[in-house]
């Protein structure tokens, strides 16, 4: 196109005016949505840091087992071993539901939330969280069922033994009849 067809050619302009709404970060706020455990109301913080899953004593109904552990807190500080439980309860909160989790009792003193879920719902789980809002888009589906229970895996061999010599009577016999 030469100069004179540039002057005479009609311009087109496209004037688009958007918006972008900020959403509003929860800055320094822990993630705690409300929910039940075993039909009881609580409050679950959503901690990708801890490195388990824990609750108030009493909170699920069924105990697995007691054991003795010592915690680990993030600058290094360690507790004493102490005595807890670990128990199995149903989790719900938004539209997911979790049967036969397996959480760890333990004294939260005065927290502002009865359960922390951490690494281990995490890794099970995938879930796909909004952090900005502090909401739980989804979670992998495939992995809301019950937990796995700490068992015993039992592998069946077989063993062949060397076969004894027989006796030669008996060799003679075995031979004729595989004849």
């Keep these: 196109m030469g100069l004179a067809q540039q002057d005479s050619a009609e311009e087109e ?3 688009i005016n958007t918006t972008q709404q900020a959403v509003p970060a929860q800055e320094n706020k822990l993630m705690i949505v409300p929910g039940a455990l075993d ?3 609580v409050r679950i913080l959503i901690d990708s840091g ?6 108030r004593p009493g909170l699920a109904k069924t105990v697995i087992r007691s054991k003795e552990v010592q915690a680990e807190g993030f600058d290094g500080h360690c507790s004493g071993i102490k005595k807890v439980k670990e128990v199995s309860g149903t989790l719900c909160f938004g539209q997911w539901m979790f049967p036969d989790l397996i959480l760890t009792e333990w004294d939260l003193w005065k927290k502002d939330f009865d359960v922390i879920l951490g690494q281990p719902w995490f890794f099970r789980c995938n879930p796909v969280i909004d952090w900005r809002t502090h ?8 992995e809301v069922e019950p937990e796995r229970i700490e068992g015993w895996m039992i592998k069946v061999t077989t063993k062949t033994e060397p076969q004894q010599k027989l006796h030669p009577l008996v060799a003679r016999v075995v031979d004729a009849n595989a004849s």
């Design 13 to 15: 302009s496209l004037n």
């Design 50 to 55: 801890a490195s388990n899953l824990l609750c």
């Design 135 to 142: 909401q739980i888009l989804n979670v992998n589906s495939s």
């Design 39 to 41: 039909s009881t109301s």
